[in-house]
């Protein structure tokens, strides 16, 4: 079946530096990829999504400019938590879809983002 | 406006009894529906989706569950619960757009 490879798993990082999450579609291509973020025991909320060759769809009240997307291929899209804070610890989700197939949606096996 | 109720953050049951996640959803469109568990530190599994063909639908691990427009639910049962049960599900509904809408989420314990 398809895979979606998240990397790193986990992180731990100093508050004030920036830190990188990459996700990739390993056997098929992605034209889109979200991006979720899931704090303790709640669900996920979207923050943005990728879209391949172009500028990423943030949702209301998600900062572009310390969350920067980057989805330059059609099997990779990057997450740059920038000048991370400790209200940035967070697991972080991506998933992707299926290029023409609206329910087809694989997620990676997150990342859990600790910033000290 | 499209929404996902979860009606209960916490179910608890024995080994071997039936499973119930009641999942409650609106929208204006005809959604496509899921149920994803996600185990703890994990990423999301999808279980089983609904994309309006036959309403009950069967999913991975014995799984099931049944669309009913009328009552705009979508509840995820199993007749047999089993330990490896254990984890958090949520239900998903997919309107017009690209965009997936998740519930609170529903921790199940599954006692021996």
């Known amino acids: 079946g398809a895979v979606v490879s998240q990397h790193p798993s986990w992180v731990i990082c100093k508050s004030g530096t920036s830190v990188k999450i990459e996700c990739r579609s390993l056997?098929?291509?992605?034209?889109?990829m979200f991006w979720y973020r899931q704090f303790p025991k709640q669900s996920l909320m979207l923050m943005a999504t990728s879209n391949e060759g172009s500028k990423a769809t943030y949702e209301q009240g998600v900062e572009k400019d310390k969350f920067l997307i980057n989805h330059a291929s059609l099997t990779l899209s990057t997450l740059t938590v920038t000048s991370a804070h400790p209200e940035d610890s967070s697991f972080y989700i991506c998933?992707?879809?299926?290029?023409?197939?609206?329910?087809?949606?694989?997620f990676g096996s997150g990342t859990q983002l600790s910033v000290l | 406006a499209q929404s996902v109720t979860q009606l209960d953050s916490h179910v608890s049951v024995s080994e071997g009894t039936p499973v119930l996640l009641r999942c409650n959803y609106s929208?204006?469109?005809?959604?496509?529906l899921f149920w994803y568990v996600q185990h703890p530190n994990k990423g999301l599994q999808l279980l089983l989706k609904y994309t309006s063909a036959a309403t009950l639908v069967k999913g991975i691990n014995g799984f099931e569950a049944e669309f009913k427009k009328s009552e705009t639910s979508f509840h995820l049962t199993k007749p047999s619960a089993h330990m490896s049960d254990a984890a958090e599900y949520f239900c998903?509904?997919?309107?017009?757009?690209?965009?997936?809408?998740f519930g609170t989420g529903t921790r199940l314990q599954v006692f021996p």
């Open positions: 056997d098929f291509q992605a034209t889109t």
């Open positions: 998903v509904v997919m309107p017009n757009t690209d965009k997936l809408i």
């Open positions: 929208s204006s469109y005809s959604p496509s």
């Open positions: 998933s992707a879809r299926v290029e023409g197939i609206r329910e087809k949606l694989f």
